[in-house]
DNA sequence: ACATTAATTGTGT
DNA sequence: ACACAATTAATGT
């Protein structure tokens, strides 16, 4: 199980794996646990204990407005990280945000302190948690700017096409209302514009389910 | 297998 | 956005 590890982390986390006084620390204090679908793994409110990082599966990063409303801020990929619990890393608040399993998943878990330490240690973390920040930070301004400049069936269309990318499967199985609460938009809209998805032969519909034609 | 129920999806206003 | 109709899947008998 620990050499299982340290093959992912070598497929997924090649940066790390390059310092072998890293992947010695890994051994030693990272724990793998894995979440079923739907499980809140960090809730509002939370004290962070862990860093994550995400060996498989799909997480999901959901804020609350003032207004109690859910907005999804991001999804969460193998190889990535939670640029989120770093920032409680450093300042010791509680979570800001919600942490869920999207889908089934395995994640290695750090414990604060050593993230922290790490920091100064090791070049090889230091910039991995440094490039996280910055992936992050490009990925949350694209998507506002397709908030300000496309429209919904765009926006649509491309949450289909990464969704269908994070699972590797041309099917995506969620409901029209799920995938409504995800862009924030009304159900029927959503429903309205897969259909017309449909007739444009651009998707497939079935109850809970929706495959990508190309 | 069939009926009942619950959940999802479609439609008109 | 809401109300309700239609459809589909899940469950019990």
Known sequence: M???LKSVIKEQFPQLAEDPDLLKEFDKTIITRSFKKSTVIVDYGDHIKYIPLVLDGVLKVLRE?????????????????CAASFSCCLTKKRSEIKL???????VALIPLAKANNWMKKYDAWRDYVFNAFEARLFAMIDTVDRLAFTNLDQQLL???ES?????????????????????SASREAISRLLKKLEDQKKVKLGRNKITLEH
Request: aromatic share 6%; with cysteine.
């Open 158 to 160: 491309e949450y289909l």
């Open 2 to 4: 620990v050499k299982e």
């Open 163 to 183: 969704r269908s990318v994070q699972i590797a499967d041309h099917t995506i199985r969620m409901s029209h209302a799920e995938i409504a609460r995800d862009l």
């Open 100 to 106: 869920i399993a999207d889908t089934n998943c395995r």
């Open 65 to 81: 407005n003032e207004d109690g409303k859910e907005v999804l801020l991001y999804f969460l990929e193998r190889g990535q990280t």
